[in-house]
């Protein structure tokens, strides 16, 4: 499923899909160039597919991921007393 397509009417009033672009976060690179395949080698109306490949450098990690419960209530209270206190 394409994240976007690009429909045109032909002279004979019938809708083609001439254009798509996906757009990929988990997929490899190597999906999204089978994905690409498929249209263009799938769909004879289909003239142009782009694909864009999203990846993170580095990759995210929660802030507090390695903080204990007892690191966690520490900073929590401290948040309260100091949004009480203002």
Same mark, same amino acid.
């Given at each position: +499923? /394409? %994240?976007?397509?690009?429909?045109? $009417? *032909? !002279?004979?009033? *019938?809708? %083609? ?9 988990? #997929?490899? $690179?190597? @999906?999204?160039? @089978?994905?690409? &395949? ?6 004879e109306t289909v003239s142009?597919? +782009?694909?864009? &490949?999203? #990846? #993170? !450098?580095?990759? $995210?990690?929660? /802030?507090? @991921? !390695?903080?204990?419960? *007892? !690191?966690? *209530?520490?900073?929590?209270?401290c948040v309260r007393y100091?949004s009480v206190g203002s």
């Open positions: +499923m /394409p %994240e976007l397509a690009l429909n045109v $009417y *032909s !002279d004979m009033r *019938s809708e %083609e899909v001439k254009f798509v672009a996906k757009v990929a976060f988990l #997929e490899t $690179y190597e @999906q999204l160039v @089978q994905n690409a &395949k498929l249209w263009l080698e799938g769909n142009l597919v +782009m694909l864009v &490949k999203l #990846e #993170e !450098d580095p990759c $995210y990690r929660r /802030p507090m @991921q !390695d903080l204990t419960e *007892s !690191d966690i *209530s520490k900073k929590v209270a100091c």
